[in-house]
C-alpha cells in the first residue's frame, strides 16, 4: 500500500483555520503508517466560546425554526452531493465501504431527517408553545402556558472515535435546529476525518458563521469557560463520562451534560425461537453482522448473546459456521467484510479486556484468515466468540471488549433471561427474537426499564429492519445507568434538550402575544370574514361568530342516508332514551362538524386555498333536534411555508348551541395564500 503524506489535522476557530505546529501523531489504521498530527496547541478557548456565543448564537436566533430546517436540509443534500473524498480517507480508520456509508451517508441523512422534523413538528417561529395553555383563574383572566425557546449559549460536543460524521453530525443536527451555536472536538484518532467534513461544510456558506467551530486534538480548559446557559454533550467510555460530569465547573454552574457511553448491550433468543425457525436464523445474522459491522466499534454492538441454557451449544455452532464465511483483510477491498480496528492502541484495549474474560469464559472462536494485509503492522484482530463459564460473573457483564468480540450466556426461563441481562447496569439497546407474541411482550416488558431501545425482531419485520445496532432520529438513543443516563436523537425530543422550558403565566392576552398561539380568552377582532385576508394580513385573534343553523329530524336522517352511518342513538328514539348518556336521538357528530363548517364557509375564491385537516377534536354534549348551532372561529396560529406563496393557518373553531353549552371544539388547519407579489395591504 502507498504512504499517507503526513500533515497536520487543523481546528476552526473564530472563523479562521488554526494549525499547531506540533501534535500527537495518529496512524493508518490498515497499515500501521502515520497519516497526520493533531493538536489544540495555541487556542484560546475562552476566546473560542466567546465567538460563538457572541458571533453565532444572535445569527442563529434570527432565524426561525423553518428556517434553521432549511440549512439543515441543504447540508444534508450538499454532504451527499460528494463523499469520494470521505469515502477514500475513511478507509484509514480502518472501515470498509459499507462501515462508511453508515458514517458519511448515514450521517447526512440526519440533518435531513431533522430538517422534516422542524417543517412538520415545530412553528415557523423562534420559540415553541409545549402543550396547551391552563386556566389559573375561575374566570379564566389568569393563564399559565410553558414555552421553549433560545438558550444564549454554546454546546460543546464531544464525540467518539468510531463515528467520526455520524458522530458529530447526530449532535449538530438537534443543536442547529434549536438556534444553539456548537464547538466540536472529535477523538484524536479519527479527528482527521471529521476535519475533511466540517471544511466542507464550511466551504459551502451554508451555516451561519460562528454556528459550528472544531476543536482538533484536546479540549484544554474549555470546560472550565462554560455558564449555565451552556451545555456539553459526550460521546465515549463510561469512565471518561463520569470524569467529565463531575468537572467542577460543569457541578457549579449546573451546566447541562448529556452523556452517551459504551455499554454492554445484550441480544436474548426466546425459547421459542429453535433452530429451524426463521428467528433464530434471524438471530444468528445479526449477532454476526454486530460482531463485524465497524470492526465491532459500535456503542450498541451486541457484547453478550443471552440464549436458553438448552441452545447454547447450536447457537455456538451457527455462529462459528457464520463467522467462518467473514473475510478480514484491506478495507478497501470490495469484498472484505469487515476490516481493522481504529488503531495499535484500541486494539490492545480489546485484548486486554478479552483477556480479563477469558477467566469467566471459553474460547469459542478467536482465529482468521487475514487478506492483503499485514496483520500485526495494521489494527487487526479476528472476530472473537466466547461461551460464559459462569452466567452471573461480574467480568461477563462489565468488562465491554470494544471490539469484534462477544460472549455466549445461557439462562433458564424468561425472568432468568430478564435478570441477566439488567445485570449490565444499564444498556443503549438489546433485542429480542421470537415467533411468540406473549414471549416477546414478557421479555421486552422485562428489560425495558434496563433500556434505552428494545429492538423486537420476528419473521414479519426481518426484512424491514434497520438493525440492532442502527440509531435512528426518529427514536432516542441512549439509555440509564452505564450507557450515561441521557438521551440523543429522538426527533423533537433532542431538539429542546438545548433549549430553556419557561412556565408563563398572566392575562390570555399577554399569554397570547408571548407565545404567538391566540389563548382562549383573549380579545377577538372582527375585520370581516377572515377566509379574505391573505396571509400576511391575517392577525391572531382574527375571528366570526356565525349564523345559527337548527338541527332537524330530517338532517340527521338524510346525513345518515348519505353516509350509511345508521347507528341507534341517531335513528332509534326509544333505543337511545335507554342510553345512560342520550336523552333521546341524537345528530351525528360529523354532521355538527359539517353544519359548522357551513356555517363559517366562505364560498367564493379567496386566500384559502384548501382545508388540511383538524386537530384535538372533541365533542363535548350531544346535540339533539331542535338545538341551534353557532360557530365561533378564531385565528389561532400562523406558519408561513417559506417559497411556497402560502402558509398555514391553525383556527380555534367552537360550536356552541343555544344554551350557551359548547357542543365541539376542534382546530382547523387551512393554507392560506400570500399577497400576490406587488399588491399593498
Not at 474460547?363 to 472473537?384: I, S
Not at 461480574?394 to 445461557?410: C, L, Q, R
Not at 444498556?427 to 429480542?432: D, E, G, K, P
Request: include cysteine.
Amino acid at each position: 500500500m502507498n504512504a499517507v503524506r503526513v500533515r497536520s489535522v487543523e481546528s476552526y476557530v473564530g472563523g479562521r483555520w488554526h494549525a499547531a505546529a506540533d501534535g500527537t501523531v495518529v496512524n493508518n489504521a490498515v497499515t500501521g503508517e502515520p497519516i497526520a498530527t493533531v493538536s489544540s496547541a495555541g487556542i484560546d478557548f475562552a476566546a473560542m466560546a466567546d465567538y460563538a456565543r457572541t458571533v453565532g448564537g444572535p445569527a442563529l436566533r434570527e432565524l426561525t425554526f423553518h428556517d434553521r430546517a432549511g440549512m439543515l436540509r441543504a447540508l444534508g443534500k450538499h454532504i451527499l452531493a460528494d463523499t469520494e473524498a470521505l469515502y477514500a480517507l475513511s478507509t484509514a480508520t480502518g472501515a470498509t465501504r459499507a462501515d462508511s456509508w453508515i458514517d458519511i451517508e448515514g450521517g447526512a441523512g440526519v440533518p435531513m431527517a431533522y430538517a422534516g422534523v422542524g417543517r412538520r413538528e415545530m412553528p415557523n417561529a423562534k420559540v415553541m408553545l409545549d402543550g396547551d395553555p391552563v386556566s389559573l383563574s375561575r374566570d379564566g383572566s389568569f393563564m399559565g402556558a410553558h414555552i421553549i425557546g433560545p438558550r444564549p449559549g454554546v454546546a460543546v460536543h464531544i464525540n467518539a472515535f468510531n463515528f467520526p460524521c455520524w458522530g458529530m453530525l447526530e449532535k449538530l443536527a438537534p443543536t442547529f435546529l434549536a438556534g444553539m451555536p456548537m464547538i466540536v472536538k472529535p477523538a484524536s484518532q479519527t479527528a482527521y476525518l471529521t476535519e475533511l467534513m466540517v471544511r466542507s461544510i464550511v466551504e459551502s456558506g451554508i451555516l451561519p458563521e460562528g454556528s459550528l467551530q472544531l476543536i482538533s486534538g484536546s479540549a484544554g480548559d474549555l470546560l472550565d469557560h462554560l455558564g449555565p446557559q451552556d451545555a456539553v454533550a459526550f460521546t465515549g467510555s463510561a469512565d471518561t463520562a463520569r470524569m467529565l460530569r463531575t468537572h467542577p465547573n460543569i457541578i457549579d454552574n449546573s451546566i447541562r451534560f448529556n452523556a452517551e457511553a459504551d455499554s454492554l448491550n445484550a441480544a436474548i433468543l426466546a425459547e421459542s425461537a429453535t433452530p429451524g425457525t426463521v428467528e433464530f436464523d434471524l438471530f444468528i445474522r445479526e449477532v454476526v453482522n454486530e460482531m463485524t459491522t465497524k470492526a465491532g466499534q459500535k456503542c450498541t454492538a451486541i457484547r453478550r448473546v443471552i440464549v436458553p441454557s438448552g441452545l447454547v451449544a447450536d447457537v455456538e455452532e451457527a455462529l462459528a459456521e457464520r463467522l467462518s464465511g467473514i473475510r478480514v483483510g484491506d478495507p478497501a477491498a470490495d469484498e472484505t467484510d469487515m476490516g481493522a480496528l481504529a488503531s495499535l492502541d484500541q486494539r490492545d484495549e480489546v485484548r486486554r479486556s478479552v483477556a480479563a474474560l477469558s477467566g469467566v469464559a471459553d474460547v469459542v472462536v478467536d482465529q482468521c484468515e487475514f487478506h492483503g494485509v499485514d496483520a500485526e503492522r495494521g489494527a487487526f484482530l479476528a472476530p472473537t466468540l466466547l461461551r460464559a463459564t459462569d452466567n452471573r460473573a461480574i467480568a461477563v457483564h462489565s468488562v465491554e471488549a470494544f471490539g469484534p468480540v462477544t460472549t455466549i450466556v445461557g439462562y433458564d426461563g424468561a425472568a432468568d433471561a430478564v435478570e441477566i441481562a439488567a445485570l449490565g447496569k444499564g444498556s443503549l439497546v438489546a433485542s429480542v427474537f421470537s415467533p411468540s407474541d406473549d414471549e416477546a411482550a414478557e421479555l421486552a416488558l422485562g428489560i425495558a426499564a434496563h433500556h434505552g431501545r428494545v429492538h423486537v425482531m420476528d419473521e414479519a419485520c426481518g426484512r424491514s429492519s434497520t438493525g440492532h445496532g442502527s440509531p435512528l432520529p426518529q427514536l432516542v438513543h441512549g439509555g440509564p445507568g452505564r450507557a450515561g443516563g441521557g438521551e440523543e436523537l429522538g426527533g423533537v425530543r433532542s431538539v429542546h434538550h438545548y433549549m430553556q422550558r419557561t412556565a408563563i403565566q398572566g392575562s390570555p392576552d399577554k399569554i397570547t402575544a408571548i407565545t404567538g398561539v391566540w389563548t382562549p380568552g383573549s380579545r377577538r377582532t372582527d375585520s370581516g370574514h377572515p377566509f379574505t385576508l391573505h396571509f400576511e394580513d391575517l392577525q391572531l385573534g382574527d375571528a366570526i361568530e356565525t349564523e345559527s343553523r337548527t338541527i332537524t329530524i330530517e338532517d340527521i336522517e338524510a346525513f345518515a342516508e348519505l353516509t350509511g352511518d345508521f347507528f341507534y342513538a341517531h335513528m332509534d328514539e326509544e333505543a337511545a332514551k335507554a342510553s345512560p348518556i342520550f336523552n333521546g336521538r341524537v345528530a351525528h357528530g360529523y354532521l355538527v362538524l359539517s353544519i359548522a363548517a357551513g356555517l363559517f364557509v366562505y364560498a367564493p375564491p379567496g386566500p384559502v386555498l384548501a382545508n388540511t385537516g383538524l386537530d384535538n377534536l372533541r365533542f363535548a354534549a350531544p346535540s339533539y333536534p331542535g338545538d341551534e348551532l353557532t360557530v365561533f372561529l378564531t385565528a389561532k396560529q400562523k406558519s408561513l411555508r417559506a417559497g411556497s406563496g402560502y402558509g398555514e393557518v391553525r383556527w380555534d373553531a367552537e360550536v356552541i348551541n343555544q344554551r350557551g353549552e359548547t357542543a365541539a371544539t376542534y382546530e382547523l388547519l387551512t393554507m392560506v395564500a400570500c399577497r400576490p407579489e406587488g399588491d399593498a395591504a
